[in-house]
């Protein structure tokens, strides 16, 4: 599934984040998304999410214009730049999360649990509570809950800034080919431009209110 941005604005009180931005990222493909601090990248995720609206502008899944939707019907993956688990709930539990409002039987849930764990080579640590976790396994288990509805977008908000410089490479790679198995839509915000330019097919600056295609 293709995301394009149409003339998208979004201002807080005066500042303007977005300004008749446009982009299409490609379908089944991770876009990288890189820009300064404060630049809006995570306002991005936000709105295609949902979770804000824009002021002005379209956002298209595919041809369908999505830019009312509630959350919940955009079916997408959100791993959060500061990834939330429940310390004291048991990692299997924490990844189920996003399956509570969906009525599905235990041994149904039991099973999405354990094929989204697989992915993520955390099966031996369902059992654990989530507080008992290291950094790269926490984001391993957040992966696994965006992905375990099977969405066919998936929105990374610098999933693996928190990890030290080798975890965060052996982890990009892992997910970057994961993610092309899936062959899920990904739109990846990094502040990393070589970790950026290894794993992603397009990258995106977001700067001064306009999304820039960089590749190469
Ligand atoms: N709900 C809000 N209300 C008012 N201002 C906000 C709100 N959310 C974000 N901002 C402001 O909008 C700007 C863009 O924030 P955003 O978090 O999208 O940037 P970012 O590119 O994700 O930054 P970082 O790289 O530090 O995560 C910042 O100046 C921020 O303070
Ligand atoms: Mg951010």
């Known amino acids: 599934m293709k995301v394009v941005i149409e003339n998208l604005s979004k201002r807080f009180e005066e500042k303007v984040i977005l300004e008749?931005?446009?982009?299409?990222?490609?379908s089944g493909e991770i876009s990288c998304i890189l820009g300064p601090s404060g630049g809006g990248k995570s306002t991005l995720l936000n709105l295609?999410?949902?979770?804000l609206k824009p002021d002005e502008g379209k956002i298209y899944f595919d041809k369908e214009d999505v830019t009312g939707w509630p959350p919940a019907k955009r079916h997408l993956g959100y791993v959060f730049q500061e990834a939330a688990?429940?310390?004291?709930?048991?990692?299997?539990?924490?990844?189920?999360?996003?399956?509570e409002i969906r009525?599905?039987?235990?041994?149904?849930?039991?099973?999405?649990?354990?094929e989204a764990a697989g992915l993520l080579h955390i099966s031996d640590l369902l059992e654990l509570p989530a507080g008992k976790l290291s950094g790269g396994q926490k984001q391993r288990v957040a992966i696994a809950r965006a992905l375990i509805i099977k969405p066919s977008l998936l929105l990374l908000d610098e999933p693996l800034a928190a990890l030290d410089q080798?975890?965060?490479?052996?982890?990009?790679?892992?997910?970057s080919h994961l993610l092309h198995y899936l062959n899920i839509?990904?739109?990846?915000?990094?502040?990393?431009?070589?970790?950026?330019?290894?794993i992603?097919?397009?990258l995106y600056q977001l700067k001064q209110g306009t999304i820039t295609n960089i590749d190469n």
Do not use: Y
């Open 166 to 175: 080798d975890l965060k490479t052996a982890l990009a790679d892992d997910l």
């Open 200 to 202: 992603a097919k397009h």
């Open 103 to 114: 009525k599905l039987s235990k041994p149904e849930r039991q099973q999405k649990v354990e």
């Open 20 to 26: 008749n931005a446009n982009a299409t990222f490609a």
């Open 48 to 51: 295609i999410a949902g979770l």
């Open 185 to 198: 839509t990904t739109l990846w915000v990094s502040h990393d431009l070589d970790q950026a330019a290894r």
């Open 85 to 99: 688990l429940f310390d004291h709930l048991k990692v299997k539990d924490n990844i189920a999360l996003a399956l």
